[in-house]
């Protein structure tokens, strides 16, 4: 039986690729439910808001009401947001000319595509600190967000190029990143096991 067998993770699935973190959270055997609705946020241990577009999770999590559910939620519970995930989770959006308007959950500010658009994708090996333990990982970044500011309760796990992309703040990690396109399911374990 897996360590996690009481756990039970929602993933935002409005939009994005919400069925790798799925493929991940099976591989730990977690129990995961796939969130459009506010009554999917019923007895959730922890939540992902996976990677996308931003501006189309934005318009469709207010078409479904999902807004304020999910502020409440991200208040007393683990989130994790990867990527749109992460710009979601921010209280500032720099260049924001779409609009998008984030959830305001962690105190750092995000420049949405600021790593480059989609033809600028590109992975690179980055150094992270979890739990005071070194991990290498590949860290695919897709369209990613830069963060622009980390306020003074966010701790920063990695950077790249002196950059800051993997940061938490109490119950909240985010992820300019994917580590979900592989089978690392290091970083997932790290919010399983610390952040949750």
Do not use: W
């Not at 959730?44 to 996308?52: C, K």
Request: net charge negative.
């Amino acid at each position: 039986m897996s360590k996690y067998a009481n756990k039970r993770v929602g993933i935002l699935a409005l939009q994005g690729d919400y069925a790798r973190h799925q493929h991940l959270l099976d591989m730990l055997e977690v129990d995961s439910v796939l969130v459009r609705l506010e009554r999917d946020l019923a007895r959730l241990d922890a939540l992902i808001i996976p990677g996308g577009e931003s501006t189309t999770m934005d318009i469709v999590m207010d078409r479904f009401n999902l807004r304020k559910p999910l502020i409440t939620f991200g208040r007393s519970k683990p989130v994790f947001g990867t990527c749109a995930g992460m710009i979601m989770l921010a209280s500032e959006i720099e260049n924001n000319i779409s609009n998008v308007t984030p959830l305001g959950l962690m105190d750092i500010g995000v420049d949405r595509n600021g790593y480059g658009r989609q033809v600028h994708s590109f992975e690179a090996s980055i150094d992270s600190n979890l739990a005071g333990e070194r991990y290498e990982m590949t860290a695919t970044f897709i369209r990613a967000p830069r963060i622009t500011r980390v306020g003074p309760g966010v701790t920063v796990l990695a950077k790249y190029e002196n950059d800051p992309i993997l940061v938490q703040q109490n119950n909240l990690l985010a992820a300019s990143f994917h580590t979900e396109l592989d089978d690392d399911t290091r970083l997932l374990t790290y919010f399983l096991d610390e952040v949750s």
